[in-house]
């Protein structure tokens, strides 16, 4: 029987979640927290996984995933990489588990198979639960609060009605050069396949994307969303001998991965770990202007002008100096988006880009997605599991898997966000 409290924590976008997550594992917790001073905890976060995910790679081992399957953490979905994961964490037998935010990436169903889960394992030991957005709340847990700064002051939770930050301009920086579409249509897949190891991923894919549209691409865990996008971007191999056209040209007719990704501006909750170099906020900006992991080229005036301009619109001009590093995930995740739109390329890419944001942050980001929607030419292909009610597509892409692949199903919206 558990005799500890469990706590439902919404935390800031401002706050070092790192560090706090740190100061509750070493048993240095302060107020109504510290009650897990002398206990044992562990951590179930998706960074975690990715970490277990990279040792596997390096040492070429299964720890965190079941011995008698011979498979490793990679190898599955994301809702079944939780799944083996938390046995991992039961395994260590701790007093209590830290959640962090552990329904992102997470299809309807596999959130509502690990909300059962979870109560059930209330019974027996504590939970932490970390969320940033105030729907990911657990129903069965009482205790709810908020930590809104790096003092890690429990506070009681904001009313539904607290001031949201929402973007306060529909100004839009011009881009440095327009892109030349001799065709409207940017992507055409003509009844596209792709398998692995002679496992079926999907199966005859009809998709046209064209200039100004604004798609949402939803699908189960392991359905080939993923898949999907690496055919996009130019990435994936089994594009070769299909018919699928890139920006014009068919894939395998001469062109070059960087000539179809000189077109797309791609924003994924992974790249915030791809950013390891100490540069400033302004500079990770400025390198969205050259398609580099941080900036390498000295910027033009124009250049700075243009980045200087977005900070101002995502109120963060004050923080152009401080290391990108430094920012909370949130921030980091901001910029990112910024950076994937700082071009105006023709087709953009946004992979779940609401994941890890607070619900100021979120709307925010929302808005400025309208506001790219109604105010340019882009083409978004939106990817979430989650519903936004402020966010509308004009269409939307689904992916329903058969034992043969996925199939595509085409959604259109009858009233879009206008």
């Given at each position: 029987m558990n005799n500890n409290p469990h706590w439902n924590i919404i935390l800031s976008d401002f706050v070092n979640k790192n560090q706090f997550i740190k100061t509750v594992l070493s048993g240095n917790s302060i107020g109504e927290l510290a009650v897990y001073n002398n206990l044992k905890g562990?951590?179930?976060?998706?960074?975690?996984?990715?970490?277990?995910?990279?040792?596997?790679?390096q040492y070429d081992i299964c720890e965190a995933a079941p011995k008698e399957l011979n498979r490793k953490?990679?190898?599955?979905?994301a809702g079944e990489q939780k799944k083996e994961f938390l046995k991992y964490c039961l395994n260590q037998n701790p007093d209590y588990i830290i959640?962090?935010?552990?329904?992102?990436?997470?299809?309807?169903?596999?959130?509502?198979?690990?909300?059962n889960t979870l109560k059930e394992l209330s019974k027996s030991l504590g939970f932490i639960q970390l969320v940033n957005r105030t729907e990911d709340l657990l129903s069965f847990i009482e205790n709810k609060a908020q930590i809104t700064d790096d003092s890690f002051v429990v506070k009681p939770v904001d009313t539904p009605t607290s001031k949201v930050r929402k973007m306060k301009t529909t100004f839009i920086p011009k881009p440095l050069h327009s892109y030349e579409n001799k065709d409207s249509i940017l992507v055409k897949m003509d009844s596209v396949s792709v398998s692995y190891n002679e496992k079926p991923i999907i199966d005859s894919i009809f998709w046209t994307i064209k200039q100004g549209e604004f798609w949402q691409l939803v699908g189960p865990n392991g359905s080939g969303k993923s898949t999907i996008l690496s055919m996009i971007t130019g990435e994936n191999p089994k594009g070769?001998?299909?018919?699928?056209?890139?920006?014009?040209?068919?894939?395998?007719?001469?062109?070059?991965?960087?000539?179809?990704k000189k077109n797309i501006g791609i924003f994924?909750?992974?790249m915030t770990h791809l950013f390891k170099r100490n540069q400033t906020l302004e500079q990770m900006v400025l390198s969205g202007f050259f398609d580099s992991i941080g900036l390498y080229i000295q910027p033009t005036i124009l250049q700075q002008q243009i980045a200087a301009q977005w900070l101002e619109v995502i109120a963060m001009g004050h923080l152009?100096?401080?290391?990108?590093?430094?920012?909370?995930?949130?921030?980091?995740?901001?910029?990112?988006?910024?950076?994937?739109?700082?071009?105006?390329?023709?087709?953009?890419?946004?992979?779940?880009p609401l994941e890890g944001l607070d619900d100021h942050n979120s709307a925010m980001v929302i808005d400025l997605i309208n506001i790219l929607i109604q105010e340019t030419n882009m083409t978004i292909i939106y990817v979430s599991h989650r519903v936004e009610p402020a966010l509308k597509p004009t269409s939307i892409f689904e992916l329903i898997p058969k034992k043969t692949g996925s199939i595509g199903k085409i959604n259109h919206v009858t009233n879009p966000v206008q």
């Open positions: 562990i951590l179930f976060s998706d960074s975690t996984i990715q970490q277990f995910i990279e040792k596997e790679e953490l990679r190898t599955f979905s959640l962090d935010n552990p329904f992102d990436h997470l299809d309807q169903a596999s959130r509502k198979t690990l909300i070769f001998g299909q018919e699928l056209f890139l920006f014009g040209r068919k894939k395998g007719s001469g062109e070059s991965v960087w000539d179809i994924s909750t992974s152009k100096n401080k290391s990108f590093q430094n920012l909370s995930l949130g921030q980091q995740r901001v910029i990112l988006i910024v950076r994937a739109v700082l071009k105006h390329p023709p087709l953009i890419i946004l992979d779940e």
